[in-house]
């Protein structure tokens, strides 16, 4: 798209060309996501396979769109394998076969992203505004899905202080929703390190959105929903929760090593590598030890150590 953000200010009808994108990709997100308050949709498998002609069909909108609405046809294979897939998916019945044109699915668009690391595509439409860069574009749709982690917390919290009547707090879940939340804003704020090296290739972009995905997993394990916000204990929602909380951590903490590592951000993090190991090592012990007391002083011992390294390191 950034490609194409110098059309948008021709012409009001070019603003509207490229409004149709979001608005085929919301389609297709609602169709595949089943609305929680139907009792009667627990069979996520036969619901899917029931709306896979209207899924299908929004995917091959799309494509159809694309090819049709494109100033750039260098994707035209992409995009006509595209088609085949979502007719394909239309016409087959058996839902066995649709599992397959599933996978191929899967195998086609991961050959893609090889591909676009191999021999990188060059578009013949590129903007001259240097007002408006490709790392400001990459850029804003990351923020997006930061905000959207920062509102979780600001509605979790909101949950927790509106129904305080009914609630059994813990210091040690509170500790450890704002030892998240501190996490969350320290990654946004050296997320600019990454900047220069989403623009270069697509999986360099797709892989730095993992980081704040995996937040996003965290701030839903660790504040419970709001139609269970009333009559809980917090202590005990936290401990029936804590090894996917922990896991999750372990997860972001070694893909955020590893990104940093594939970013080259050694020269500008310096010793924040040696505290993500140690945030490694830390998270590795919480999954082994089951003591109650070690899970008592856990949170206090990270954000401690966490803070230290915010005012005295960093």
């Known amino acids: 798209m950034w490609d194409r953000s110098i059309q948008m200010e021709n012409d009001f009808l070019s603003f509207l060309e490229i409004l149709v994108y979001p608005m085929l990709f919301y389609l297709i997100s609602s169709i595949l996501f089943r609305n929680l308050s139907r009792k009667d949709l627990e069979d996520l498998d036969n619901y899917f396979y029931n709306r896979k002609i209207l899924l299908m069909s929004a995917l091959g909108a799309y494509f159809l769109y694309d090819q049709v609405a494109s100033y750039d046809k260098n994707d035209i294979v992409y995009t006509i394998i595209g088609l085949v897939f979502s007719i394909s998916g239309i016409l087959v019945k058996n839902k066995r076969y649709f599992r397959v044109i599933l996978i191929c699915g899967i195998v086609i668009i991961t050959a893609y992203l090889v591909q676009s690391i191999i021999f990188p595509l060059h578009s013949n439409f590129t903007t001259t505004d240097s007002s408006y860069t490709k790392v400001e574009h990459l850029t804003i749709f ?13 509605k979790g919290w909101s949950y927790l202080i509106k129904d305080w009547k009914s609630i059994r707090y813990s210091w040690g879940h509170l500790i450890w929703t704002l030892f998240s939340f501190i996490i969350l804003i ?5 997320s600019w390190i990454r900047g220069g090296y989403m623009e270069v290739k697509l999986i360099n972009f797709q892989i730095s959105l993992l980081p704040p995905l995996l937040l996003y997993m965290i701030s839903l394990v660790i504040f419970p929903e709001k139609k269970h916000a009333k009559n809980i204990d917090l202590t005990e929602y936290f401990d029936s929760n804590r090894r996917s909380f922990l896991w999750l951590f372990l997860i972001y903490f070694v893909v955020n090593t ?10 500008f993090i310096g010793f924040t590598i040696l505290f993500r190991v140690l945030a ?7 999954l082994i030890i089951r003591n109650r007391m070690f899970h008592k002083l856990l949170p206090y011992i990270a954000i401690s150590i966490f803070i230290y390294y915010l005012v005295v390191i960093h």
């Open 280 to 286: 490694i090592l830390v998270t590795i012990t919480a």
């Open 186 to 190: 320290t990654v946004w704020w050296n």
């Open 142 to 154: 990351v923020s997006f899905i930061y905000g959207f982690v920062v509102a979780v917390y600001l």
């Open 258 to 267: 590893l990104l940093s590592v594939f970013f080259k951000e050694m020269t």
